[in-house]
């Protein structure tokens, strides 16, 4: 199974810039890379969704390097209810993904 | 719509015990999927269908079955519940057949089980 590695928590504060990596080094041709949010007691939720280079939607960034072998989503002036877990799945295998704290 | 739905929303069994969650979509989805989710251990993916009549399994299988009643639903059964059951449970649908590596989940609210 495909297998991604991002980092198991980060904190930040309001107002912040947020970037949070994802390293899939063994990523299929056919992968596209797909960044989901959840909040406790709620199902994840899809956020943004990208195959090369940059995507940008109302809520987030994508940037995707020319090998694709790591991704980062951009959480621009972040608040506290961005605080959540968010998860950069390949296919169907979602991993633990990172805990995103926001402090006032 | 109401996307991806699921019941129940809690149950608490007994082990040994058996149930069935059920899960439905009225996207026209094609593939669906259940997943189990337990503390610190993030998604891990069950079974699948990739489209109506057709089934596999995913990473945790044992312990548990399915059936792709029709397009819309996707049922999970555990047939003799055990204590390391206890997890949320979390069914998803994607629009196309065979889309896993492309296409994007919707979930359901998730089931919360409980196996004493």
């Known amino acids: 199974l495909a297998k991604t590695t991002q980092p198991i928590s980060m904190d930040s504060y309001e107002g912040q810039e947020v970037n949070i990596t994802c390293s899939h080094n063994?990523?299929?041709?056919?992968?596209?890379i797909t960044w989901y949010q959840q909040f406790p007691s709620q199902g994840p939720r899809f956020i943004i969704q990208g195959y090369k280079t940059k995507v940008t939607n109302e809520v987030a960034s994508l940037f995707i390097p020319a090998d694709r072998k790591s991704s980062t989503l951009s959480l621009p002036r972040v608040s506290l209810s961005d605080t959540a877990v968010y998860y950069c799945p390949l296919g169907l295998t979602f991993g633990k993904g990172t805990h995103l704290i926001i402090q006032p | 719509n109401a996307g991806v739905t699921q019941t129940p929303k809690f149950q608490v069994l007994k082990t040994g015990q058996s149930m069935t969650l059920q899960c439905a979509q009225d996207m026209n989805h094609n593939s669906m999927y259940w997943y189990r989710q337990d503390p610190g251990m993030g998604l891990r993916l069950i079974y699948y269908?990739?489209?109506?009549?057709?089934?596999d399994k995913g990473e945790v299988p044992n312990g548990y079955n399915v059936s792709r009643l029709n397009k819309r639903e996707f049922s999970l059964r555990l047939e003799s519940a055990a204590p390391s059951q206890t997890s949320v449970y979390f069914c998803?649908?994607?629009?196309?057949?065979?889309?896993?590596?492309?296409?994007?989940?919707?979930f359901g609210p998730g089931t919360r089980l409980t196996v004493l």
């Open positions: 063994n990523i299929a041709t056919n992968d596209y």
């Open positions: 998803a649908s994607s629009e196309r057949a065979g889309g896993l590596r492309t296409d994007t989940q919707y």
């Open positions: 269908s990739a489209s109506e009549g057709t089934t």
